[in-house]
C-alpha cells in the first residue's frame, strides 16, 4: 500500500467522487479514522503489475488533485 498526504486543504473525499467520474477508484484516508481523521490523504494499493492504463489513472490523480486546488 502507498499511503499520500497532501496538502491540509485537500479534501480526498471529494476527490474520490471527481475521479470515479473517470472509472478510478481510491480510498479516502477518512476511512481509516473513526474520529474524521486523514481528510487529506489517500491509501492507494500497488501489488499488482504495472500496466500502462495504471500510469495514465495516477496521471488522472494527479491532475485531479492540481484541479481541485485551483
Known amino acids: 500500500m502507498l ?3 497532501f496538502d491540509d486543504s485537500t479534501d480526498t473525499l471529494r476527490l474520490s467522487h471527481r475521479l ?11 476511512i481509516f ?8 490523504c489517500i491509501r492507494l494499493n ?5 500496466p500502462a492504463r495504471l500510469e ?3 496521471l488522472q ?9 485551483a
Open 3 to 5: 499511503w499520500l498526504e
Open 56 to 58: 495514465k489513472a495516477l
Open 20 to 30: 470515479l467520474e473517470h472509472r478510478i477508484s481510491i480510498a479516502p484516508g477518512r
Open 33 to 40: 479514522s473513526a474520529a474524521e481523521k486523514y481528510r487529506n
Open 46 to 50: 500497488c501489488a499488482q503489475p504495472w
Open 61 to 69: 490523480v494527479g491532475r485531479a488533485v492540481g484541479n481541485l486546488a
